[in-house]
Structures are given as C-alpha cells and as structure tokens.
C-alpha cells in the first residue's frame, strides 16, 4: 500500500512530550480546586471532590512543584516547537487564513448533520488549528502563565486582582479540559479520522487514499508553496 509520511519522528515525539506536561498540569492543578474559596465564604466545592489528593507525602507543595516544573517544560516544548517548524520544517501553514474559517464552519456542519461532506483541506484540519493549536495551546496557555504568575507572586497584587485571575485561571483550566476531550473523541470516536490517530501514535504515514481525498492540496503540493521552497509530498513505497 502506498502511503505518505504525516508526521516525523521529531513531531510524534513532541505530541508524546505535549501529553504528558498536560497530564502534570492536571494532576497537579486539581488539589489546588480544593481551596478554591466560595463566594459566600463555605468551603470550596471542589473540596470533597479533590481534598483527598492531598495527603503525605503529596502535599501542596510537591503539587505546586510539579505543577511549575510542568510550566517551564511547556515553555521549552514551545520554544523548540517554534525553532522546528521555523528552521527545519516549513511545510505547514499554521496562521489563521479567511478559508480556514469558512472550511472549520463547514466541517462544524457537516458533523452535527446539517452538511452532506466536509471541504478538502491543506495540510491542518482547520477546526484543530483554530480550537486545539490557538484556542489552548497558545491563547489559553498564555493565559494560563500570566495568571498563574498572578497567583504565584499574590502578595504583589490586590485582592481584586488576585480574584480574578483565580476565576480566570479556573475557567481556563476547563475551557483547555473541553477541547483536549472533544479532540480525543473526534480522533479517537469517529472512523473516517482513525488513520491519523494510527500515525500519530504508529509510524507517522497515512494511507495515500485517505490523503488524497482528505488534504488533496497537501499530498498533491500547491504551487504556490512549491515557489516558496516548500517540499512537495513523495509516497512511501512497501
């Protein structure tokens, strides 16, 4: 079968490394919900849910240091992100594009059952690149940094301030939670998009086919990357 490299060994093992600072994040944020204040002055509500995770020898402190460890991991991933697909790769186009907006739209369409197919696209599935790659992994991370930087250094700012990036970092959190669990239903749940599941986690080739009839610009090469200097897509032979 004829198929075509995706993803290089570099990008599988950054989506691997991308996983589990995501999991630090989470594991180690979710005891601080515990003492999340309430409004009228109760105990958090989260206290009964998380309160248990907090308990010698994991106490705040170790999750507090897990939690800034994970930080500086995301940043030097972000980084080295940035560097690759600067220096190395340049194939794909990862700036927010007018047809990007209209394809997401039909794409939105044609899974809730209100389209009858889903437009070709170039190389990025343009709900991923809005929702997964801006809306979390730069917009709402960034985010995530200023206000836990807020937090972290408290007795520098109000109480005002110090409350609303409590709020802020809180809704951040599970805005992030949503889509990471909607991009892994819609990878992992439907069929037609099983084959880049299998190569994120496999070798990083897709069938030729679902290429061609999936992201026919990309497998096909576009002119205009092709002046650029961008590399047109060759299959792997077996």
Sequence with gaps: MSEVRRWSGFERL??????????????????????????????????????????????????????????????????????????????????????????AWQTIKYYVGSADSMPKFRFHEPTEKIMVYWGVAVILMIGQGITGIILYYSSLFSVLVRDVALDLHIIFFFLILYVIMMHIYMTAVYKENRPMLEAMFGDGTVPRSFAEERFPEWVGGDPVDERKGKRRIEPLRH
């Design 14 to 103: 950054e989506h691997a490394t991308l996983i589990v600072i995501l999991f630090l994040f989470i594991i180690s944020g979710l005891p601080f919900l515990s003492l999340t204040p309430h409004p009228v002055g109760a105990s958090s509500p989260w206290s009964w849910v998380f309160g248990w995770m907090v308990s010698p020898p994991m106490t705040l402190q170790v999750y507090l240091a897990i939690h800034i460890a994970a930080a500086a991991m995301y940043l030097a991933l972000g980084i080295v992100h940035l560097l690759y697909h600067s220096l190395v790769n340049r194939r794909t186009d990862i700036w927010i594009r007018g047809r990007d907006i209209s394809d």
